[in-house]
């Protein structure tokens, strides 16, 4: 098991935010948690990277303890995010942006190199933007600029937390197929999206969230056919 959740708590003050929830993500895998606003997909994600405490519960990583390890560990690790809203840093250029993900790494200049180029070879336009302030930047340029700084920290698993939203149809998709790429160059993805339709045709096993809780577990096309999941996410329609 690559990362494994297990019986998770998380309180915002007096608030429990999450329930007791459990998920795994194998070696290989794009997993998504689909969910409705304030569900608890982007709490599950930051608690994983290290940014909320747990109130009880296990995080393991390949089969060692996670739990209250700091979060620029965790991404020594091998596990990084690339947060809800983009967050980059405005005042950077792109390429410092993509720098920012490896400052974690202790590996040498060659090999984070090998990174950026990675990056920029699945985001022609950050290379062709490489010298341009990430604040000038669209934003779907924006958005493939935080998954790639979250790729140059070369993670064993990627949290993706909405990497779709606000993006123009014809952008999503080819988010989506980034995505698709990013995994099948051996990368595991843990993946909250808005849209659960894309969501569940890219991954290969999703959750499904509700005030806290996991009610839902199954392969991804088995929940795109699942009528109370199509009724509550999907608009009836899984070709969304």
Do not use: C
């Amino acid at each position: 098991m690559l990362l494994e959740l297990e019986d998770v708590v998380v309180h915002y003050g007096k608030v429990e935010a999450l329930k007791g929830i459990s998920l795994t993500v194998d070696d290989g895998e794009i997993v998504t948690l689909i969910g409705g606003n304030g569900a608890g997909k982007t709490t599950t994600l930051k608690t994983i990277s290290g940014l909320l405490p747990l109130t009880s519960g296990h995080i393991r990583f390949n089969d060692d303890e996670l739990t209250g390890t700091p979060a620029h560990q965790v991404v020594q690790l091998g596990i990084s995010q690339s947060p809800e809203g983009r967050a980059i840093f405005p005042g950077m250029t792109v390429l410092e942006n993509l720098e920012m993900g490896a400052y974690a790494r202790k590996d040498g200049r060659v090999a984070i190199q090998e990174d950026l180029d990675r990056a920029m070879d699945l985001f022609p336009r950050l290379r062709e933007r490489s010298g341009q302030s990430g604040g000038t930047l669209s934003g779907g340029e924006q958005q493939m600029l935080a998954i790639g700084r979250a790729l140059t920290a070369r993670p064993k698993v990627l949290l993706l937390d909405e990497p779709s939203m606000g993006l123009a149809p014809q952008l999503v998709a080819q988010i989506f197929g980034i995505i698709t790429e990013i995994n099948q160059q051996g990368t595991a993805v843990l993946l909250v999206e808005q849209n659960a339709a894309q969501a569940l045709q890219r991954a290969h096993r999703a959750y499904v969230l509700e005030t806290g809780t996991i009610v839902k577990s199954a392969d991804a096309k088995e929940l795109l056919n699942d009528e109370s999941v199509k009724a509550a996410y999907l608009g009836g329609d899984v070709t969304a």
